[in-house]
């Protein structure tokens, strides 16, 4: 079965700080991923979409990146958190045009 | 580039009542919608999917409704109990694919004893 694991759970890191998050996939070969930000509350925005290894486009600028290593690995960084990027992490696969499915999410507060 | 309203933002139901909420979207060319559930703290739960040759789909208590004529997507819970008070989310995704998918604002569903 295919199992999708996100790291770290939660975060606390200080305004100005790198940020690596990561988000691995077993149990599919070459999924659509991507990566959803939400914040407190609210809706869930799509910040980076994947298709295969190495290509990676951005749906919005948030000061982040991502990139995926590997066909079942995708990272989301930054060199420098800002305030604005607290908020749920999350991640997602699919098998093109297919259900996309979530992981459990990583929390991050910026201070 | 596509508009998703999702209503109502707060939906309070009786438990055995049913809840209904429904999402309305702007581009023609969506092809694929799905309801989502999140318990506090946690990830998305995939409801249920449906492509856009379906107009109507039930499981398990849950009933969706799609128009396209009208452009809209409804969620409809039957006999609501205390399990679904959770936050419910309706996506769509056009039909050349799912690089770019488009969520509602959510509707917290609480129900009460």
């Known amino acids: 079965a295919q199992t999708i694991h996100q790291w770290p759970v939660a975060e606390i890191k200080a305004v100005g700080s790198p940020l690596s998050l990561g988000c691995t996939i077993k149990g599919k070969s070459s999924p659509n991923l991507y990566w959803y930000w939400q914040a407190t509350g609210g809706t869930l925005q799509q910040l980076f979409y994947?298709?295969?290894?190495?290509?990676v486009e951005s749906v919005v600028q948030l000061n982040l990146s991502a990139s995926r290593p590997k066909d079942d690995q995708f990272i989301l960084s930054t060199e420098k958190l800002l305030l604005s990027h607290s908020g749920f992490y999350l991640c997602?696969?699919?098998?093109?045009?297919?259900?996309?499915?979530f992981g459990k999410g990583t929390r991050l507060t910026v201070v | 580039g596509e508009q998703v309203e999702q209503r109502p933002p707060h939906l309070s139901v009786r438990e055995g009542d049913s809840a209904f909420i429904i999402c309305t979207y702007t581009d023609s060319a969506t092809a694929y919608f799905y309801w989502y559930k999140q318990e506090p703290g946690a990830g998305l739960q995939l409801l249920m999917s449906v492509f856009s040759n379906v107009d109507r789909k039930e499981e398990q208590g849950l009933t969706v409704l799609l128009n396209k004529k009208d452009k809209r997507l409804s969620l409809n819970l039957t006999a609501a109990h205390p399990g679904d008070s959770a936050v419910y989310f309706c996506?769509?995704?056009?039909?050349?694919?799912?690089?770019?998918?488009?969520f509602g604002a959510g509707t917290k569903l609480t129900i009460k004893p």
């Open positions: 996506a769509v995704s056009p039909n050349y694919g799912n690089e770019k998918i488009t």
């Open positions: 994947s298709i295969t290894v190495g290509q």
């Open positions: 997602a696969w699919s098998l093109g045009r297919a259900e996309v499915f």
